[in-house]
């Protein structure tokens, strides 16, 4: 079974198996470049073409801040008639957000199941929480803001304490077979960019890591891709919205 994901944009993804579309975290509704594709996807947005040939849409928003969610997506419902939305419970009490019968809040640690889709939350080292996905043969896991946090401003204290979260909450994932993982590669912590990614890698052992949170700046992935893909993890390297990825589980 082929997999494709689409890098939208900073932390937005995007992944279709077979006729279900999976979107995570989706803020930039505009194509960041004019690019010689037709599919919208392609172009690192969302429009009616993204869900020709879907039948089952879940959208995901691990919070309420503004790079991580837009009230477009509630827009969607138009281009897919089964269409389930599943929120950070904290995003409804930002959002002036009318019950829906598709509409599911979570807090962290709990489960949801929607069809033959298993959903669990699990913590940030932000707001809201982060998703595990399972489905037939296959796994995702989107980690919002969940990331080794190691500002340098931060007290020596506070770095540590930043650490002993962000590990408690990887930790309890051990266990699980992790196809796909979105976790953040940010160039703002400078040399501690990769600590989190890093410590997902070799706790976890994802067979595809995916580097989110880093804006337009592409390069990063790049160096990340060059310290940690193995024959065990194969790291994605982002060159522009919109990149397409495909997956096939061995």
């Given at each position: 079974m082929q997999?494709?994901?689409?890098?939208?944009?900073?932390?937005?993804?995007?992944?279709?198996?077979?006729?279900?579309?999976?979107?995570?975290?989706?803020?930039?509704?505009?194509?960041q470049q004019e690019k010689a594709v037709t599919s919208s996807l392609e172009k690192g947005v969302i429009r009616s073409d993204s869900f020709k040939n879907i039948?089952?849409?879940?959208?995901?928003?691990?919070?309420?801040?503004?790079?991580?969610?837009?009230?477009?997506?509630?827009?969607?419902?138009?281009?897919?008639?089964?269409?389930?939305?599943?929120?950070?419970?904290e995003v409804a009490e930002e959002s002036d957000l009318e019950s829906k019968d598709n509409l599911y809040l979570m807090e962290k640690d709990e489960e949801l199941k929607l069809d033959q889709i298993n959903i669990s939350s699990y913590g940030s080292t932000d707001k809201g929480v982060s998703f595990l996905v399972e489905l037939d043969n296959l796994t995702i896991f989107h980690a919002g803001d969940l990331n080794w946090w190691k500002w340098k401003k931060f007290s020596p204290k506070v770095q540590k304490r930043e650490e002993r979260e962000y590990k408690r909450e990887v930790d309890k994932?051990?266990?699980?077979?992790?196809?796909?993982?979105?976790?953040?590669?940010?160039?703002?912590?400078?040399?501690n960019f990769y600590l989190a990614g890093e410590y997902f890698i070799n706790q976890l052992k994802p067979a595809l890591f995916v580097p989110i949170h880093f804006a337009d700046n592409f390069d990063v992935t790049k160096f990340f891709r060059d310290r940690f893909n193995s024959n065990q993890t194969r790291v994605a390297e982002i060159t522009e919205s919109g990149e397409k990825i495909l997956y096939t589980r061995k």
């Open positions: 997999t494709e994901i689409y890098h939208l944009f900073h932390s937005g993804t995007a992944v279709r198996v077979k006729d279900k579309l999976f979107i995570f975290d989706y803020f930039k509704d505009e194509p039948k089952e849409t879940y959208v995901f928003v691990s919070h309420s801040h503004h790079d991580h969610y837009n009230q477009i997506i509630f827009d969607w419902g138009e281009y897919c008639d089964q269409i389930n939305y599943i929120l950070a419970a994932l051990k266990g699980k077979q992790i196809d796909i993982a979105f976790v953040p590669v940010d160039p703002r912590l400078e040399e």
